[in-house]
């Protein structure tokens, strides 16, 4: 199995920045063709965040993030990252790593294969 591990989480007050790495056995980056941030908030569903195509880097985002968060990755290092700025308090959620689910609409869990135990972002205002 793909193993992931999420890092980075933490409490910030709002404005404040955070930077989310996922980290990928069996390199991920060069077998799988999409990777992608979810993220789940008390009684609510989880919900993707941003995404990108491995191998040739084309990103997607959520609106509720788009300007203050940016999705990117490191072949060499099978390494995902989540550049978080500006953080608001309706950031505050788990925050989940995912690999697989080649087409479709990138933010439907279900074209997603293997995924991170999760790492919490607080943004406290």
């Known amino acids: 199995q793909v193993q992931l591990v999420e890092s980075g989480g933490g409490s910030v007050q709002a404005g404040g920045s955070l930077r989310l790495s996922c980290a990928a056995s069996e390199y991920t980056y060069s077998s799988y063709y999409l990777m992608a941030w979810f993220r789940q908030a008390p009684g609510k569903e989880r919900e993707g965040v941003a995404a990108?195509?491995?191998?040739?880097?084309?990103?997607y985002a959520a609106d509720s993030v788009k300007g203050r968060f940016t999705v990117s990755r490191d072949i060499a290092k099978n390494t995902l990252y989540l550049q978080m700025n500006s953080l608001k308090p309706e950031d505050t959620a788990m925050y989940y790593c995912?690999?697989?689910?080649?087409?479709?609409?990138?933010?439907?869990?279900?074209?997603?294969?293997?995924w991170g135990q999760g790492t919490q972002v607080t943004v406290s205002s």
């Open positions: 990108i195509y491995v191998g040739f880097g084309s990103t």
């Open positions: 995912a690999v697989g689910g080649t087409g479709g609409t990138w933010y439907d869990r279900s074209k997603y294969t293997y």
